[in-house]
């Protein structure tokens, strides 16, 4: 079956850097990536879609100017936290859509803690 | 717009029995409905969907579910519960981005 992986699977940083996390459909071009982002025993919440080539749209209420999503290539995205703060802290998934398909493959998450 | 909802936040089921989570939907035309695991510090597993055709959809792990359009739910259902099957399940709909379900926390007791 399809494969998206994340890198990296945990980050810890302080608070005012940056970090990136990179999304990966390995065995198909994804024409479309999605990221969310789960609270602790909460359920993900859709933060934006983005499409190979374009800006991303983002949800109500997410900041484009703190989590910037890049879509340069059919098999990655990525998301940059830009200065970080604890609050942020979060699980990170991204998914993957092929065209045509109505099934997302999600990867393994990012754990990312804010000091 | 689309939405799904889990009305139970934890089930617990003793190992052996059959287990049913359930999920209720409001869609507009016909729903693309999904259901998917997640097991501690995991991404999403993707256990079966629904778009057309038979009502009773059989998926990954011994899982199935019913959809039933005039009670507009999609429970998802297994005759025999294993301990290994117990982790957070999340009921979606297709919106066409994935909108969750809250999620249930399913506990399979031994």
């Known amino acids: 079956g399809a494969v998206v992986s994340q890198h990296p699977s945990r980050v810890i940083c302080k608070s005012g850097t940056s970090v990136k996390i990179e999304c990966r459909s390995l065995d198909f071009q994804a024409t479309t990536m999605f990221w969310y982002r789960q609270f602790p025993k909460k359920s993900l919440m859709l933060m934006a879609t983005?499409?190979?080539?374009?800006?991303?749209?983002?949800e109500q209420g997410v900041e484009k100017d703190k989590f910037l999503i890049n879509h340069a290539s059919l098999t990655l995205s990525t998301l940059t936290v830009t200065s970080a703060h604890p609050e942020d802290s979060s699980f990170y998934i991204c998914?993957?859509?092929?065209?045509?398909?109505?099934?997302?493959?999600f990867g393994p998450g990012t754990r990312l803690t804010v000091t | 717009a689309q939405s799904v909802a889990q009305p139970e936040d934890q089930v617990n089921v003793a190992e052996g029995n059959p287990l049913t989570v359930k999920c209720t939907y409001s869609?507009?035309?016909?729903?693309?409905l999904f259901w998917y695991v997640q097991y501690p510090n995991r991404g999403l597993q993707f256990l079966l969907k629904?778009?057309?055709?038979?009502?009773l959809v059989k998926g990954s792990y011994g899982f199935e579910a019913e959809f039933n359009k005039s009670q507009t739910s999609f429970h998802l259902k297994k005759p025999s519960a294993l301990v290994s099957d117990s982790a957070l399940y999340f009921c979606a709909v297709r919106d066409p981005k994935i909108i969750f379900g809250k999620g249930t926390r399913l506990h399979i007791l031994p």
């Open positions: 869609v507009s035309g016909n729903p693309y």
């Open positions: 629904y778009i057309t055709g038979d009502n």
């Open positions: 983005s499409n190979e080539g374009s800006k991303a749209t983002y």
């Open positions: 998914s993957a859509l092929t065209g045509g398909s109505y099934e997302q493959y």
